[in-house]
């Protein structure tokens, strides 16, 4: 028995949640499990009823929680005011904050049934398979001071990194890559910045911990051209919170869909899945938004968030067979797309199927 909290959250999140807690009820049936769901309001759905963007009562749930599952953030209510003072994105980072949720993993590959979809040529994107290793809870986000002055002429944000910070964060990099193909790419700007240097000074002393793998640099400007260049030569790409930021939602695009990518964020406490798109405001409540990218979370979920590789696969292969036979939204299959609940009906039912389910 597992406990997860499930965080739906804005826009298109309460629908693409539904068709993974959908699939993981799947996976429950087959494999002898039983997942405890408690839901709770982050972002603007909280801030709707008069919440901060991450209440104190939905940090509780996600402390008691084997793994969150969580949706999407984002309200252009609040979004469209320069001004306002509380948005529903600090509900995502006082999350990430306070859960020490300080390594975001977020895995890039290839279906080669939609490599017509990326707008790189098949020559350059074929077999590339990588992972941004991003920290989170550092660097500019979270640096202070960060204010106006000058009565809102000067703007202020401050980026600050520590060893320790740095230490944790490549080595979950390093761990990842012995898992893979044993190469680390350090994404910095050393030529400039000090906080980039330091990065780079504590993870070359740290390489001599891991000596069976590779590790080299890159500055960010060149990590940004190289991933359209030629993906192909990276493995794990280990770099600050916004640089990881920026190159990770680049790198999404490499599929031909970032409703195809899904992510984990990890650290101290519980562990969080969430696919990487955004909330869709203008697609929420319609039935048509990707919801792949959220059961490939939940895929990640079962996998790093509760040990159970076999139940993992079992997802990921469910998945991949849907993406074969065409059950796809609008934005992978414009020509006869499936509604949001199709996909996810097709996907659950390719695994009840495999244990004498409907």
Known sequence: MYKIAVLPGDGIGPEIIAEAVKVLNSVAFGYGHRFNYTYALIGGAAMRQGLDPYPDETHQICLEADAILFGAIGDPHYDNNPDAKVRPEQG???????????????????????????????????????????????????????????????????????????????????????????????????????????????????ASDYPDVELDFMFVDNAAMQLIINPKRFDVILTENLFGDILSDEASVISGSIGLLPSASIGDRVPLFEPIHGSYPEGAGKNIANPLATILSAAMLLRTGLNLPAEADAVEAAVEETIRQKILTWDLYPANPAKTSEVGDFVAGLISADFGGI
């Open 92 to 206: 995502l980072l006082a999350m990430r904050k306070k859960l020490g949720l300080y390594a975001n993993l977020r895995p890039v590959r290839m279906y080669p049934e939609l490599m017509h979809l990326s707008p790189l040529k098949e020559d350059r994107i074929i077999g590339a398979d990588l992972l941004v290793v991003r920290e989170l809870t550092g660097g500019l986000y979270f640096g202070e001071p960060r204010e106006l002055r000058n009565n809102g002429t000067l703007a202020v944000d401050t980026c600050l990194y520590s060893v320790d910070e740095i230490e944790r964060i490549a080595q979950v990099a390093f761990k990842m890559a012995r898992l893979r193909r044993k190469k680390v790419t350090l994404v910095d700007k050393a030529n400039v910045l000090e906080t980039s240097r330091l990065w780079r000074r504590v993870v070359t002393r740290m």
